[in-house]
């Protein structure tokens, strides 16, 4: 039952499409996917600032005392998944996407006398986990929060451009979300730079419930 709160980035990511990626896999074939992907992903996290909370199966949940540090530690692993990705022409291509919120939450232990365990628990992990999930809706690979981007160091060089927002269960009012595209292949990234001006204009748009001048837009 010991406890800290904290403030803290949580991070969760999963590699997209995992079932049907990995059905024509044995069992000892997808163990050995998952730990060559999580091979290529923890060592990011760790230098980052970052430590693995769980595993859970093909998915990470991770804590950042950084905003900054959780967002490096996405865009890293990327060049390494690809390099994996070309050593193994073989199996599926992964990729991830990720979800990051900074948020108050309890970090401390849970369980019973014969099996304990270290983990967190608040609004805010089940925000990170919900944005992780948004990434499949958006066709992102990573998104944030606003708090999340507000922990920003100011001379940050990423491509940040806004999603517009959404309701979370436990929340009240609305949590803008924003999409960090460097982790996109760059011919994709390129593309969504320069469409940003009519993105975002569609955005405020839809928001403003002018569906179709948001329409003509996207």
């Avoid at 998952?34 to 992903?41: E, G, P, Q, W």
């Avoid at 001379?155 to 609305?174: E, Q, T, Y």
Wanted: glycine share 10%.
């Amino acid at each position: 039952g010991d406890q800290i709160d904290r403030t803290m980035t949580v991070w969760f990511s999963d590699v997209r499409g995992f079932t049907s990626r990995t059905e024509r896999l044995s069992p000892a074939q997808t163990l050995d996917l998952v730990n060559d992907y999580l091979r290529a992903t923890e060592p990011h996290i760790t230098n980052n600032g970052g430590f693995i909370d769980k595993y859970i199966g093909d998915a990470i949940m991770a804590l950042f005392d950084s905003p900054q540090g959780a967002i490096l530690a996405a865009v890293e692993p990327a060049q390494a998944l690809q390099s994996m990705n070309e050593a193994h022409p073989d199996r599926p291509p992964l990729s991830a996407g990720i979800g990051l919120h900074t948020g108050s939450l309890v970090l401390g232990t849970v369980g019973s006398e014969s099996r304990l365990s270290c983990t967190v628990l608040g609004a805010s992990v089940n925000l990170a986990s919900r944005l992780e999930g948004m990434t499949k809706t958006f066709g992102a690979k990573l998104i944030i929060s606003e708090a999340t981007r507000e922990g920003l160091d100011k001379n940050h060089n990423l491509s940040i451009r806004p999603l517009g927002m959404i309701s979370a269960k436990g929340f009240k009012g609305g949590f803008t979300l924003y999409e960090v595209m460097d982790l996109l292949p760059r011919t994709t990234r390129d593309a969504r730079i320069k469409s940003l001006n009519n993105f975002e204009a569609a955005i405020a748009a839809f928001q403003n419930g002018e569906f179709a001048d948001a329409y003509s837009l996207f």
